[in-house]
């Protein structure tokens, strides 16, 4: 299944790079929650979507350019969690900080993970309790690194507020770096960084696969109580503010 799941991200994120490199066009509109969406987010969700669905006919899909309603997702106990461009401003500024991203949500838990970055050629996966990177040339288990000074990740789109130092205090002299999309939760599960920090809001899209990939690799992905973020049914998409961190 896994590897299945890997050729699909890889499938889209080609149809992704089809439009970066200018094969067709981009075609920015903004939704109604005023986030971008371009030719590329789309064409990734109909290639993932339509793979899964002849793969797994039985287990339904919630995906951010498809979403569902309550009535009928929330007796949902399985499911495809799925954001088919995450960072798509990050696309739209041409740096490369984008991803495919493909979790399989079990009773609340991400049990399977893939974050693709298609600019890189870099798949990140997870099951079972393992976790891999993989390029063109080889694939390898990743684990985390618990290193001091600590490497800190955070979004490209978060200023350094007052809630920000604090946490930043707490965690002592660091090294802040930012990076967008998915790819932060794979820097910390590969030992390139030992926190993420999050206090802006994310929808539960952005953070399935990088979750699943970080947890198999030994981090711990908590929100601001200490509990870790849940996945299970709920109306709305947000998840509280949370921290990836190496350290047990």
Known sequence: MLKKICYLARQAGDAIMQVYDGEYPLN???KKNHSPVTTADIKAHYIITSGLQELTPTIPILSEEEMICWEIRKNWEKYW???PLDGTKEFIKRNG???????LIHKGKPILGVVYAPVF???YSAIDGK???????NRIQIKVKPLKPPVVVISRSHSKDSEMSHYLDIIGYHHILKIGSSLKFCMVAEGKAQFYLRLEPTNIWDTGAGHAIAEAAGATVNDWQGKSINYLPKTSYLNPGFLVSSFK
Do not use: G, P, Y
């Open 97 to 103: 900080e984008f991803t495919v991203n493909i979790a």
């Open 28 to 30: 920015i509109r903004q």
């Open 81 to 83: 969690l799925v954001d």
């Open 121 to 123: 050629s870099m798949l």
């Open 131 to 137: 976790a891999w990177k993989e390029n063109r040339k």
